[in-house]
């Protein structure tokens, strides 16, 4: 929770992610699949438009998780299958955007590592 409340400034949208109610003092969060959908799917947007690598660099382990939560959860990422839009030239960075692919590998690495 704290990791997505570190990014969220980046996209400036809510996580979807609070504490369980039902448990007291768990490591177990809620999750709001559609409040948590679009703050990953802006995340996602913003990640591929970016020429910052220090920004990309920085939610990457984040987003990575994320998206494999999305995916356990039948949850499609429409930021995935559109090209995206033009670049996003973060102040005083100059690179290039995210290759494609690139998430999806993460995603993938995340998805063998983390329990069903």
Same mark, same amino acid.
């Given at each position: $929770?704290? +990791? ?13 992610? !609070? ?8 490591? &177990? ?20 438009? !970016? ?5 990309? +660099? $920085?939610? &990457? ?5 994320? $998206? ?10 429409? +930021?995935?299958?559109? &090209? ?7 102040? !005083? $960075? ?7 692919? &690139? ?7 995340? !998805? ?5």
């Amino acid at each position: $929770m704290r +990791s997505a409340d570190a990014v969220a400034p980046i996209v400036d949208l809510p996580t979807g992610i !609070s504490p369980a109610d039902h448990i007291a003092n768990a490591d &177990e969060w809620a999750i709001d699949l559609p409040v948590f959908t679009a703050f990953v799917d802006a995340l996602v947007d913003r990640y591929q438009r !970016s020429t910052h690598l220090i920004l990309r +660099s $920085m939610v &990457e382990g984040f987003l990575a998780t994320a $998206m494999v939560l999305l995916d356990r959860a039948d949850v499609e990422i429409p +930021s995935l299958d559109r &090209e995206p839009g033009p670049d996003v030239r973060d102040i !005083s $960075m100059v690179g290039t955007q995210a290759e494609a692919g &690139e998430l999806a590998e993460l995603r993938a690495a995340h !998805s063998r590592a983390m329990p069903t």
